[in-house]
């Protein structure tokens, strides 16, 4: 635990202006982004008498070794770099957001020749039209369907559109009247992108004027005694109106906005937003966050723009944003909010009438929310917290392993050996930290060494960036090559980030799992022997018995069946060996997908695909001559001289065994089949 005077800027140092200030802990790695009108007013708060601070907040400064600001000119400016650093840096003491899914939005792809109504999830495109965002896929798929029969656009994907056009055969949609089939012709490009944006406009809102002009087409239709339009025209209102009332209307004055609502306690708070869109409700979010901050209803709503409007542009950001209560001062968020989407953009919490009403709603959301993910979240944080618990006692640590990596070794038979690093932080897996190594000193199947080749690799970038960051205190050597002020660079040969901050590797763990027994961790030691770190605590599990192996015991640790804390030592360890096997199933895919036609210079995929559909198979390849290579379209005599000439050098593979029958299955042109099954040793 640092004490904050240690790192305490000296008088005078700290401007008084507008500006953003980060907190770094002792290993560089940035844990707290902020903003302040005065950075000299804002960073005092900081540094007062610890009992005086709020305890999140005394133990984010206990936890920091140093402070650093950048000035800006505008408040404004402030706002979007604390947003940008946020993001970058994912510091472990701002509120974040936890979205419990992927949103789907309808989407429609106006930037392709033939627009596509389709569901979609993850980041936003550009030119791509959304609507949204639902609660579930088939609300959206119930939507479109409704929509089809009035505005039949492509719903087809690329392939299915791609073949219809080639065989001159719609798909089903376009026989049932649900698709105009542009792919056949049956409507040009210009008419289906204008049906495209008609679509658009319908599902932005603007529903009024569309359906009273069908209205008045199905009595024209009426008079002029044309009673199968006039059906044909009363079915598609039916539908709009079926899909309309799927979004009531809760603003009668056709109003677009958004409404925030926050439900909080101590530890935790939800947020809840209603996209409102022409007056109706268009699509419902909501987030959950540990309030590992002391922040306020203000500051949480604050958090909640920068969440929501961060990355979107133009009539993504509303004309109105409703909250419950206003960020402090709220005159820079509204200028970036109306930056973000070029006009006026109105931030103000209900008073009175429908927008009043609708916010209370949104509010019994949040609490609703709230409740449900303290209900699924109570005996989970009491778990995690006995079995890291059980864990320290167990091994005979000094506190409770907060950051636990575990390491483990894959290969088939000794090839593609591979090794995997997973990482969990709090009990919970940290995949944005999980790396692949490929084992580089040796080859073949040697788990030990291997052990021992990863750990020391995985703990010399760590020292790297410890002494890339300023902890290194050992004299550089005397041969070490000189900086551009004559002193000896310690950092030369060393691999640098372009921004000069430890990234990868540059944090330890106080637990270091290995998966296997007596030997593997016995290697893991020795590795951190060699590179004389002794504060990290190693141990194995050992897949048979489920025994906890320590480093120079004879005994392994026997923990219960029933422990939670060998129930989270067994996920770590069955995590680890996931991510090794799909990483070696990845590089054994890849060899054995290559081709002898794949060293050929010239020879692209479109003339190895012509090749091996002529002669159907390798093996009838290999025995053609030049001159019946020459037959295929598209290959010279001077490629089919170089196609002969690598398949006569090439060694033919080992005919293929049917496990089932016993029966040697001949050269077909089909992928080989693998024999063995791939396993993690221990």
Known sequence: MADPSSYRPKPGQIPDSPGVYKFRDDHGRVIYVGKAKSLRQRLANYFQDLAGLHPRTRTMVTTAASVEWTVVSTEVEALQLEYTW???????????????????????????????????????????????????????????????????????????????????????????????????????????????????????????????RLEHQMQD???????????????????????????????????DADLIAVAEDELEAAVQIFHVRGGRV?????????????????????????????????????????????????????????GRRGSQVSL???????????????????????????????????????????????????????RIECFDISHLQGEDVVASMVVFEDGLARKSEYRRFQIKTFEGQDDVRSMHEVIGRRFKRYLQEKQKSGEWTEEPPADAPMDDNGTPDAMAGRPTDDDGRPKRFAYPPQLV?????????????????????????????????????????????????????????QRVRDEA??????????????????????????LGDSRRQALLKHFGSLKRLRAATIDEICEVPGVGRKTAETVAAAL???????????????????????????LSAERGQD
């Open 221 to 255: 239709a009426a008079e002029e005694m044309e009673y199968e339009r006039a059906a044909r025209l009363r079915d598609d209102i039916g539908a709009l109106k079926r899909a309309m009332e799927k979004s009531a209307v809760v603003l009668a004055d056709a109003t």
């Open 348 to 402: 103000r919490i209900p008073q009175r009438g429908d927008k009043k009403d609708l916010m209370a709603t949104v509010g019994r959301n949040a609490q609703q929310a709230l409740a449900l993910h303290k209900t699924k979240r109570a005996s989970d944080l009491t778990t995690r917290s006995r079995a890291l618990e059980e864990i320290a006692q167990a091994l005979g640590l000094d506190s409770v392993p907060l």
């Open 577 to 602: 060996h996931r991510f090794a096997i799909a990483y070696q199933r990845s590089k054994r895919g890849k060899r054995l997908k290559s081709s002898p036609l794949d060293a050929v210079a010239g």
């Open 282 to 338: 268009r699509g419902q979010r909501g987030w959950v966050t540990d309030k590992v901050e002391a922040v306020t209803t203000a500051g949480l709503v604050e958090h909640a723009l920068q969440q929501l409007y961060g990355e979107e542009q133009g009539d993504a950001v509303p004309k109105e944003v409703l909250v419950p209560a206003l960020p402090e001062p709220v005159e820079p968020v509204q200028q970036w909010l109306s």
């Open 513 to 569: 799992v290995v998966d296997g027994g007596a030997p593997q961790v016995a290697a893991a030691r020795r590795a951190l022997d060699e590179l004389g770190i002794d504060d990290v605590a190693v141990c194995g599990l050992a897949k048979r018995l489920e025994e906890v192996w320590l480093p120079d015991e004879d005994d392994p640790v026997v923990l219960p069946r029933s422990s939670e804390g060998l129930y989270l030592l």
């Open 86 to 212: 946020i993001k970058e840096f994912d510091p472990r003491f701002n509120v974040k957001y936890r979205d419990d899914k992927s949103y789907p939005y309808l989407a429609v792809t106006l930037n392709e020749e033939f627009p596509r109504a389709q569901v979609m999830r993850g980041a936003k495109k550009k030119g791509v039209r959304y609507f949204g965002p639902y609660g579930h896929a088939w609300a959206i798929r119930e939507t479109v369907d409704l929509m089809l029969r009035v505005f039949p656009v492509r719903t087809c994907s690329a392939g299915v559109f791609k073949r219809s056009a080639q065989i001159g055969r719609p798909c089903l949609l376009g026989y049932i009247g649900k698709c105009s089939a542009p792919c056949v012709g049956r409507i040009s490009a210009e008419d289906h992108r204008e049906l495209a944006e008609e679509f658009c406009d319908f599902m932005a809102g603007r529903t009024g004027a569309y359906i009273r």
């Open 648 to 674: 006569a050098g090439a060694v033919p593979a080992a005919p293929a065994v049917n496990t089932a029958t016993g029966e040697i299955i001949e050269d077909d042109g089909a992928p080989p089949v693998a």
